[in-house]
């Protein structure tokens, strides 16, 4: 590892994140229950059932498996308050803008700080439109920085959203300190490399995003092959002490939606046990990197002066009488 990132008596990095795009169903059973011909699916607007709530289940899992993770938390624009009338009818505005949640939602209230004190991370997941937008961004961080009551280390922009540098010159203005948006929306690996990366040799870092679980083929008819994809990406991580950054998005937890999808995200953190990986939040990795270069920095500060300072040799020059 040429940045140094892999915590002491470990062989990788595994970084788990989860961006909270929605807590509720809108429009998914009605257009799941014509796509597969399902009717059942219907049955998720019944009084009671939401399956995209999965944030006990994740903890759950989690605890069970000493691990904690990363959740991004999204502050959307709504359609029919910020959009022109002219974008209503557009699907593509509804999948964007229909049916998000609130951050005063008491319920995102109470999960937020229920995650926070219980040693989750809460980060920022920027709004479709905002790795373009400074003041936008900031309030968003603001918005759920008072819901948290601290401030939030880093995130990922929705969608993958980036320009490169200027978004992350946006995140460093803003206050953040890394930024895990760097991947692939329709593939996996490592492609942007094994380390965090420093774009402006300083202390902002990007974590790539290695595997988003949307990605992965055939999870729900062919579990065994996709598990096949994650031991490959395991073993490579291994191999070149590599940070692997994950993305789960919770809604995939639910087996009546995604079946298979919470099955393997538990095999993955306890294979990536087996084989010795540091397994947590980026956060808390940013945290260590960060600690570890205090120290590096100090040690070479401590060697420049010893080799500056008078020998035998070299005795200091006089100056005139001591006092």
């Known amino acids: 590892m040429s940045d140094g990132a892999i915590p002491a008596d470990h062989s990788f990095a595994l970084c788990l994140t989860h961006d909270v795009d929605r807590v ?3 429009y998914q059973p009605l257009y799941y229950a014509v796509k597969n011909g ?5 049955l998720a607007h019944l009084p009671g059932q939401n399956s995209f709530w ?3 289940n994740i903890m759950a899992i989690e605890e069970e498996l000493g691990v904690r993770s ?6 959307e624009r709504s ?3 910020d959009k022109p009338l002219r974008t209503w009818l557009r699907a593509e505005y509804w999948k964007l803008y229909v049916g998000r949640y609130s951050m005063d939602d008491p319920a995102i209230f109470d999960v937020v700080r229920t995650l926070d004190a219980g040693g989750w991370e809460v980060g920022l997941h920027g709004s479709y439109e905002s790795y373009r937008d400074t003041d936008r961004l900031r309030m968003e961080k603001e918005k759920l920085e008072n819901v948290l009551g601290h401030p939030v280390l880093g995130g990922r922009q929705h969608y993958l959203n980036l320009d490169r540098p200027d978004t ?3 995140h460093s203005e803003i206050g953040l300190s890394y930024d895990a ?3 692939q929306t329709d593939d996996y690996g490592f492609e942007h490399g094994y380390d965090p990366l420093r774009p402006f040799d300083d202390e902002f870092v990007v974590f790539p995003l290695t595997l988003m679980e949307l990605t992965l083929p055939d999870v729900e008819s062919d579990p065994e092959g996709a598990w096949e994809e994650c031991e490959k990406l395991l073993a490579e991580a291994r191999e070149n002490e590599a940070v692997m950054t994950v993305l789960w998005h919770p809604s995939y937890f639910s087996d009546a939606d995604h079946p298979n999808y919470g099955a393997l995200y538990r095999r993955l953190i306890e294979r990536a046990q087996e084989m010795g990986a540091w397994v947590g939040p980026p956060g808390e990795l940013y945290a260590s ?7 590096e920095s100090a040690e070479q500060t401590k060697e420049l002066t010893v080799e500056s300072a008078p020998t035998h040799e070299q005795q200091p020059t006089n100056h005139g009488p001591q006092q």
């Open 289 to 295: 990197l960060e600690d570890r270069s205090a120290v």
């Open 54 to 56: 999965q944030f006990e």
């Open 168 to 170: 992350w010159r946006r």
């Open 70 to 75: 990363a959740f991004y938390f999204l502050n």
């Open 24 to 26: 509720r169903k809108t």
């Open 181 to 183: 948006t760097l991947g």
């Open 38 to 42: 399902d009717p059942s699916r219907l």
């Open 79 to 81: 359609l029919f308050r």
